[in-house]
């Protein structure tokens, strides 16, 4: 039973009827019953994100979809929603969102001011987990990004290109008008 000092828990089926397929605002992350609002974004973030869709649309239009604020069921009781997620094509997502058995090619998260970086990072390790191969963490603030593969120790911080497969964006069209 929650506390005082708890969030309420809710079960995954109240949370994928109000917060997936209902709509409900904020936006929240699920994990084993504790909703956790999605910071909420700032212009350089939505321009960062559009600019990310932009490119990958522009120049993989055949073989990948970049897709906003898609909810990820990483586990049963674990659903994330990256910021960007990008489907492979050839790979099409089974369902209204992938699930634990169908992971993304891609997932981007932006920093939002209430974010951490190493709490970003944290979330990468689990995209890793459930199968995606690709991971970036971008700062519009700082105009600095990393990119993480399950291969790699540690995020790469990125000095001019941002790369994920066939996937490959300039820092500079990045941050575009940020």
């Known amino acids: 039973m929650a506390t005082a000092t708890s969030p309420p828990l809710i079960s995954t089926e109240e949370y994928i009827a109000r917060f997936v397929e209902g709509g409900e605002k904020p936006t929240c ?8 609002p999605k910071p909420m974004p700032t212009r350089e973030h939505s321009q960062v994100q559009l600019n990310i869709i932009r490119q ?3 120049n993989n239009e055949e073989q990948l979809q970049a897709l906003p604020e898609l909810t990820t069921r990483l586990r049963t009781t674990k659903f994330y929603v990256p910021d960007i997620a990008v489907e492979e094509l050839a790979r099409p997502i089974q369902g209204r969102y992938p699930g634990p058995g169908d992971p993304v ?4 998260e932006i920093k939002s001011p209430d974010d951490r970086i190493g709490k970003l990072f944290s979330k990468c390790e689990e995209y890793h987990s459930w ?3 690709h991971c970036w963490v971008i700062d519009p603030e700082r105009k600095i990004a990393w990119e993480y593969t399950p291969d790699d120790a540690e995020p790469r911080k ?8 066939a996937i490959q964006i300039a820092l500079t069209e990045i941050f575009r008008r940020v």
């Open 131 to 133: 199968g995606v191969p």
């Open 56 to 58: 990958v649309v522009l």
């Open 105 to 108: 090619f891609l997932c981007v």
């Open 29 to 36: 992350e699920y994990i084993d019953g504790e909703l956790r």
């Open 158 to 165: 990125a000095d001019t290109v941002l790369n994920a497969g």
